[in-house]
């Protein structure tokens, strides 16, 4: 079955940097755009980036905007976040997702969940 497997989180000053790793197996990803979403003590589960399967489109929460950037690896099934300059409001536990579409992805229309990693930002 389809698995996506997170890593990489951890605690990290604010002001710091930390980049996150998703790697996908179990199924067929070609064509499929993937994203990362987070979600905070007692907040919804918020969309954070998406990008495409040719990473020539991406997409970014105005709140992480010019502070993370996602990638991906086609070769080796992986998605990933570097993030810089944390805020502690950054703080929560970080999902990577496959969708069917862009779109899709930002509305949390999901087709498959990673288990989640762990970002605390001290402050």
């Known amino acids: 079955q389809v698995q996506l497997v997170e890593s990489g989180g951890g605690l990290v000053q604010a002001g710091g940097s930390l980049r996150l790793s998703c790697a996908a197996s179990?199924?067929?990803?070609?064509?499929?755009?993937m994203g990362w979403f987070r979600q905070a003590p007692g907040k919804g589960r918020e969309f954070v980036a998406a990008?495409?399967?040719?990473?020539?489109?991406?997409t970014y929460a105005d709140s992480v905007k010019g502070r993370f950037t996602i990638s991906r690896d086609n070769a080796k099934n992986s998605v990933y976040l570097q993030m810089n300059s944390l805020k502690a409001e950054d703080t929560a536990v970080y999902y990577c997702a496959v969708g069917s579409d862009i779109p899709r992805l930002r509305l949390r229309i999901v087709d498959y969940w990673g288990q989640g990693t762990q970002v605390t930002v001290s402050s």
């Open positions: 179990g199924g067929t990803f070609s064509g499929y755009p």
């Open positions: 990008i495409s399967w040719t990473s020539s489109s991406s």
